[in-house]
């Protein structure tokens, strides 16, 4: 994909926040929103990351093992300007000024992949496999390096320069099995001090008798402390890997861990719960609105000027919050009581906790089991009426 002008850009996004948010503020992080449903978004595209993901793909295509005569031009252009040993892998750094006198479409694909695709392992095989040549951690005088002698004897990845007990070969073994000439030393010298010390020290631990997983030589990316080939990175893995590689907690997440003082609650089943137990688009968003915080009730409301209190709308004593309306309230409790009286001949309704209040019944070893989810799927029609009664007080228990 060629350059997207800014201005259909900016026009894709307000066209997704007026169908999202009907064109008012957005309530939720836009990262938040692309993210995938388990990890509390709504697989909104991201305008800016597709595009990239749609351009790095063509990467893929250029060193696949077809031959086509697209491919000429490119290849001639890398290898003037960035060398016969160009690879692009997770670490790319070089200065700009390099690639200025290139076509824009090529100079963008290099600029996205020197920005997004970065990544610091600590993993021995992952370190094994990094490039030498234009690594953003293997620097002198602050600048990525790629010193054409090394690579045109085959001394192009980290896995050259070190021995199987982790230590970096002496001068006179790396010269002699590459056939290195003498005026190659000093050069030699600098790449082993650039290499990180971290790395170093793993290497060496790792060598007490670890085993050393794949050590990949290609072009290649590292995801997860994974390595993946550069035939895999089709524009969806790549678009998962934008999406997913900065990864930011949603800021309700951190209001529910400080407020149950748990650090460990398990988000995955929390935000997949809804999906699990109805396929009701409203029902599923009403449960997100819970979770991310956004359902605006009379506390709210009060202070946008919206409504003449912040009191709950059946007890009329204290602040109507999520917290207050669906577990709190005398009037909410005494109807789940009911309800579980009503229910009790066919199954038991379990008493509502604070924090089955408001995420569900997630937390159980019957995650799976048909009555779990009926359970749970009466919970959240339970939730949703409770809301919508709030003007009528139709459920106000004398």
């Given at each position: 994909?060629?350059?997207?002008?800014?201005?259909?850009?900016?026009?894709?996004?307000?066209?997704?926040?007026?169908?999202?948010?009907?064109?008012?503020?957005?309530?939720?992080?836009?990262?938040?929103?692309?993210?995938?449903?388990?990890?509390?978004?709504?697989?909104?595209?991201?305008?800016?990351?597709?595009?990239?993901s749609l351009r790095c793909s063509w990467?893929?295509?250029?060193?696949?093992?077809?031959?086509?005569?697209?491919?000429?031009?490119?290849?001639?252009?890398?290898?003037?300007?960035?060398?016969?040993?160009?690879?692009?892998?997770?670490?790319?750094?070089?200065?700009?000024?390099?690639?200025?006198?290139?076509?824009?479409?090529?100079?963008?694909?290099?600029?996205?992949?020197?920005?997004?695709?970065?990544?610091?392992?600590?993993?021995?095989?992952?370190?094994?496999?990094?490039?030498?040549?234009?690594?953003?951690?293997?620097?002198?005088?602050?600048?990525?390096?790629?010193?054409?002698?090394?690579?045109?004897?085959?001394?192009?990845?980290?896995?050259?320069?070190?021995?199987?007990?982790?230590?970096?070969?002496?001068?006179?073994?790396?010269?002699?099995?590459?056939?290195?000439?003498n005026d190659m030393y000093f050069q030699?010298?600098?790449?082993?001090?650039?290499?990180?010390?971290?790395?170093?020290?793993?290497?060496?631990?790792?060598?007490?008798?670890?085993?050393?997983?794949?050590?990949?030589?290609?072009?290649?990316?590292?995801?997860?402390?994974?390595?993946?080939?550069?035939?895999?990175?089709?524009?969806?893995?790549?678009?998962?890997?934008?999406?997913?590689?900065?990864?930011?907690?949603?800021?309700?997440?951190?209001?529910?861990?400080?407020?149950?003082?748990?650090?460990?609650?398990?988000?995955?089943?929390?935000?997949?719960?809804?999906?699990?137990?109805?396929?009701?688009?409203?029902?599923?968003?009403?449960?997100?609105?819970?979770?991310?915080?956004?359902?605006?009730?009379?506390?709210?409301?009060?202070?946008?000027?919206?409504?003449?209190?912040?009191?709950?709308?059946?007890?009329?004593?204290?602040?109507?919050?999520?917290?207050?309306?669906?577990?709190?309230?005398?009037y909410v409790k005494n109807l789940w009581?009911?309800?579980?009286?009503?229910?009790?001949?066919?199954?038991?309704?379990?008493?509502?906790?604070?924090?089955?209040?408001?995420?569900?019944?997630?937390?159980?070893?019957?995650?799976?089991?048909?009555?779990?989810?009926?359970?749970?799927?009466?919970?959240?029609?339970?939730?949703?009426?409770?809301?919508?009664?709030?003007?009528?007080?139709?459920?106000?228990?004398?």
């Amino acid at each position: 994909m060629s350059n997207v002008p800014k201005s259909i850009i900016e026009q894709l996004k307000r066209i997704q926040n007026e169908f999202l948010w009907n064109g008012s503020n957005p309530k939720i992080k836009y990262n938040t929103l692309s993210l995938d449903f388990k990890n509390g978004g709504l697989k909104n595209v991201d305008v800016d990351k597709k595009i990239i993901s749609l351009r790095c793909s063509w990467v893929r295509k250029m060193y696949d093992n077809t031959c086509h005569d697209w491919k000429i031009i490119p290849s001639f252009l890398v290898k003037k300007y960035l060398g016969e040993n160009f690879q692009f892998h997770s670490n790319l750094h070089f200065r700009n000024s390099m690639i200025q006198n290139i076509p824009s479409f090529y100079k963008e694909i290099l600029k996205d992949w020197k920005q997004f695709f970065s990544s610091f392992t600590a993993i021995p095989s992952c370190i094994l496999s990094q490039h030498l040549w234009y690594n953003r951690f293997i620097k002198v005088d602050n600048l990525g390096i790629c010193f054409s002698k090394f690579a045109a004897r085959n001394v192009n990845n980290v896995i050259d320069l070190f021995a199987s007990n982790g230590k970096v070969k002496t001068w006179r073994l790396l010269k002699n099995e590459f056939d290195l000439s003498n005026d190659m030393y000093f050069q030699w010298m600098q790449i082993i001090n650039a290499i990180p010390k971290q790395w170093k020290e793993k290497l060496l631990e790792n060598a007490s008798g670890n085993p050393i997983n794949i050590v990949f030589k290609e072009h290649h990316i590292i995801k997860n402390s994974r390595i993946v080939s550069l035939n895999k990175l089709i524009s969806k893995e790549i678009y998962n890997y934008l999406i997913t590689e900065k990864f930011d907690k949603p800021t309700s997440q951190k209001y529910f861990e400080n407020l149950f003082n748990d650090q460990n609650l398990k988000w995955e089943l929390i935000y997949t719960l809804p999906r699990k137990i109805t396929k009701d688009s409203y029902t599923r968003n009403f449960q997100y609105k819970i979770l991310n915080n956004i359902l605006y009730l009379n506390k709210k409301l009060y202070l946008f000027g919206k409504v003449e209190t912040p009191l709950c709308s059946y007890c009329m004593l204290y602040d109507e919050s999520i917290i207050h309306l669906f577990w709190n309230c005398v009037y909410v409790k005494n109807l789940w009581q009911q309800l579980q009286l009503y229910f009790n001949d066919d199954f038991k309704l379990p008493d509502l906790t604070l924090q089955t209040a408001i995420f569900g019944f997630w937390n159980s070893k019957d995650y799976d089991n048909e009555i779990f989810q009926l359970i749970n799927h009466l919970l959240l029609i339970f939730k949703i009426n409770i809301y919508k009664a709030r003007d009528k007080k139709s459920y106000r228990i004398k």
